[in-house]
């Protein structure tokens, strides 16, 4: 298991410490983002009260249309100076979709796919390493919604 | 070993890797239908050596048999080094798979 203490992010209940945590243990000190359903809630779970600015700096490629709910191809890249990345989406009953930590000179160019249970809006969250948070939506529609894929 | 696949190749310094890992990935909602415990990967780390070269906490909602694409920086890798991915999942199981980077 990967105890690399890369990451300053904080408790959930407490203010912002700079205290590194692992990946994994997002789901014990962050459970609030996990069961949050709306989307400002799974930010708020994860990473405190903060204000993200919307950023072209975030590079969010999705499909127009997916047509099936249960992959959607997404990919995420940007330039910033990441140490989090958080993706989030607002249809299904938890927003939360997945959470990176990306190491020290590590490139953010990721890819994956994801489920949604109908048509709408991806969110991104950048943590960069100076502590500010950017952000980018991307509206979709989905033909088949698929949360059990 | 046969749970992952990891393609990784590393050109001009910077290595590009797919890796698929074999899983359910069963949300809560349908799991409840079936009658069964939700179980999804909740980790996923990717190492060169003692390098952390990718972490992600995934969620429910990340499509089954995930494939995951992501890069690094190969700064002080050398031939024959390998990528380590490791895998843990809700049920606690936890899987490690290695693959030699290609190009170094």
């Not at chain 1, 692992?22 to 949050?36: G, Q, S």
């Not at chain 1, 992959?71 to 140490?83: L, S, V, W, Y």
Request: proline share 4%.
């Amino acid at each position: 298991m990967n105890r690399r203490k890369f990451l300053g992010l904080g408790l959930a209940a407490a203010a912002v410490l700079p205290t590194a945590i692992n990946a994994v243990d997002f789901r014990k000190t962050k459970p609030d983002t996990w069961t949050a359903h709306k989307v400002e809630d799974g930010i708020k779970g994860l990473f405190g009260d903060i204000k993200a600015e919307a950023s072209d700096k975030i590079k969010l490629k999705t499909p127009k249309v997916a047509s099936n709910g249960g992959a959607i191809p997404i990919n995420i890249k940007t330039d910033i100076d990441a140490k989090t990345v958080a993706v989030f989406q607002d249809v299904n009953p938890e927003s939360t979709v997945a959470v990176f930590s990306v190491p020290e000179g590590g490139i953010v160019d990721y890819g994956m796919k994801i489920k949604m249970k109908g048509s709408g809006k991806i969110t991104i969250i950048v943590e960069d390493r100076a502590g500010k948070f950017h952000s980018k939506v991307n509206e979709l529609e989905v033909a088949l919604g698929g949360c059990e894929g | 070993m046969g749970n992952m696949k990891i393609k990784v190749k590393s050109k001009s310094g910077v290595a590009k890797a797919k890796v698929m890992a074999k899983h359910i990935m069963l949300p809560y909602e349908a799991a409840k239908k079936k009658g069964v415990d939700a179980n999804f990967i909740t980790l996923l780390t990717g190492k060169v050596g003692d390098k952390v070269v990718f972490e992600i906490s995934p969620s429910q909602f990340v499509s089954k048999n995930p494939l995951f694409k992501f890069q690094f920086k190969t700064e002080g890798m050398k031939a024959g080094d390998k990528l380590e991915m490791s895998w843990t999942d809700l049920s606690g199981k936890t899987v490690t798979e290695d693959k030699k980077i290609k190009g170094l």
